[in-house]
């Protein structure tokens, strides 16, 4: 029988420890979640893993990798399997594993023993033309010895590439890597929970300031998504795309500062009026003045910079080109869209086709063209939100 690649020795015990450090310093869940299912596959040599999350009483299929078939670590992939709940149940290898709280190894799944309560589900094999054989279950278990999930490793391979069990051996160090995944996907889950909190919190204070200029909640919702998807579409690592998702809401908070009588004028400001309004960039700026919450620092620095052109000809400070934040820059594509695409008092709401040639020749001149053509890459999406998020 082939022997297996895994050793355990001084270079995968410090692997172990290069994971781990890697994994905490892992703020995103979604890119954690891959992380753990590559860092363990890697370590055990399988051809193929599952990550299952517990939630609302069943496992959230969260991420699926598989070499053979080129299913790949990332979002894409993992999206295809998100919406999956299996039931925790003693019928299925991940339900078993919760239920038991112990690692569970099967040397074929097309041969399990009659004194197993559990079987392997064949439907994924006959759809992609794929073979399981040895699979190792491995439940995530918490500082409170609670599953918060399941890893489940498919396929071990030997040092001549052949499918063979997993060995008893690997049993402590998949645990050892498994626990510190439980650790560091409990750190994002809080996390996240608490960013979600942050956006109601800022959702609640722009939709004050909104309401102010009879602009609504899904205004400000919009530009939000709006420009996650352009810095989606820029390539920007997926912290700081969630960054200006939840911080752009409050592009306008300072309009909260500006008098009724100019801020509600149905027809257009007198220079002097104009100067007034321009003012809600800095006031807005200075409510954000102070924190030491790297969020409310992006908060304040798109209040100050969303009205700043490219070309140099905006305001407060007519900032040009790359000397704009690149958060001010992604924000004045989106709030301008919507607002051209929005009935306002002074004006009625353009048709969403006619807005995208404003978008457009303003490349170079009011936008930045980066910022354009990533709108443009996004806009099936920027388009589902517009007609998902009317008012």
Known sequence: MSRSSITINEDVLGKLIEIGIALSATRRLED????????ARKLTYSDAASLYLVEDGGLRFAVSQNESLKLGANEAASRAFASRIIAISAESIVGYAVLTKEVELVEDAYAIASDKPYHHNKAFDQANNYRTQSIMTVPMLDVDNAVIGVLQLINHLSVDNEVIPYPEAAVPLVKALASQ?????????????LKAVQYDTIIRLSTAAEFRDNETAKHVQRVGLYCKTIAEQLGLPG???????????MHDIGKIGIPDAILLKPGRFTPEERK??????QIGARIMEGSRSQLIETCKSIA??????????????????EAIPLVGRIVAVADVFDAVCSKRVYKEAVPFEDVLPIIRTGAGQHFD???????????????????DLQD
């Open 304 to 321: 100050l910079s969303h009205h700043e052109k490219f070309d140099g000809t905006g305001y407060p400070f007519g900032l040009k080109g």
């Open 181 to 193: 995944a439980a650790v560091a996907v409990k750190s994002a889950q809080l996390s996240k929970e």
């Open 369 to 387: 063209p980066a910022c354009v053509e990533a709108f443009f890459k996004g806009l099936p999406a920027i388009r589902t939100i517009f007609h």
């Open 239 to 249: 912290d700081e795309q969630e960054a200006i998702h939840i911080s752009s809401p």
């Open 32 to 39: 954690l979640l891959d992380k753990i299912t590559t860092e």
């Open 276 to 281: 007034v309004m321009e003012t809600h960039t």
